[in-house]
């Protein structure tokens, strides 16, 4: 549509924030800030995930840094995505290859928090100064508070209120049930309005997939490498592993829209992004749900839901 109707498509990009800015919504309804206090004590858990997502995917990051396109909009599109780990369907896919899913659910909120806190600093480290010089602040900020800080504190202002309600649970659960729809519908609308921005980009955009594969490969190893050393279980280490691979690209996705218009290339390296790794999961889960011994590396589903039922 961005291709053959061009001028649609830029009438979508008006309805892309207000649909993104539901579907932050109900993603961050699913995000359980009740929770958090109690995931803390799950120290071994907790400190693999953060090692993963906050230590390892950065060095990771660093080398492909390197590596990348010099384009600046792709480089700008590549640090927002690969930095900031997924809170959402991460879960849905982790529970599919037999991961331990209430673990990671009850973690979310923490991780959540952190890289909001880290995202910035993530930023400086890879791009110094230059970044003030690339990005406009206050469209940045706009974005980050409008369509970020506002959805997850009225989020987590229902949850409360759901808590307290019969009908809460019955509307968590409705929210929960539009999120794969509102998810289509926004990338959707990303892809055909700001497919007539990228004015001759789309080579550097599709020049960055290799590198989300290399990316996601990389890190199903390290993943299981984290979880080993911190003694994880099957399940338990396979919610890391998931946890590293996937990357919050909803989240990121109105700061990438927020971006000045020379770098509107960013937001479609995003949302490239969504597709390689949706892609990447679904055989992740096939990998781990095949029979012991039909693959050289892991164990089968069989043990993973053993281990699961024990934890």
Known sequence: MGWMLPSVGAGLGLAVNPVLGALLLVTFLQVPVGRLVGSLRDGRFVAAVLVV?????????????????????????VLLVLLTPCVDYVIVFSGLAGG?????????????????????VFLWLFMGAGFADVVALGPFVEAFVVLIVVPLVVAWVGQGWAARWATGARVLRAAGMSMVPLMAVTLAMVVASQVPELDGELGAVGGVVPFYVVFFVVMVFVGRAVG???????????AVVFSGVTRNSLVVLPLALALPGELAAAAVVVVAQTMVEVCGMVVLVRYYRAPVGQFALGRGSDAGQRDSGRQ
Do not use: C, K, Y
């Open 53 to 77: 997502n906050f230590v390892a995917v950065p060095l990771v990051v660093a080398v492909l840094w390197v590596l990348l396109p010099a384009d600046e909009a792709v480089r700008v599109g």
């Open 100 to 120: 331990s899913s209430r673990r990671l659910l009850a973690v979310t909120p923490l991780l959540l928090i952190v890289q909001m806190v880290l995202l910035p």
């Open 228 to 238: 080993r050393v911190f003694g994880l279980g099957v399940a338990a280490g396979r």
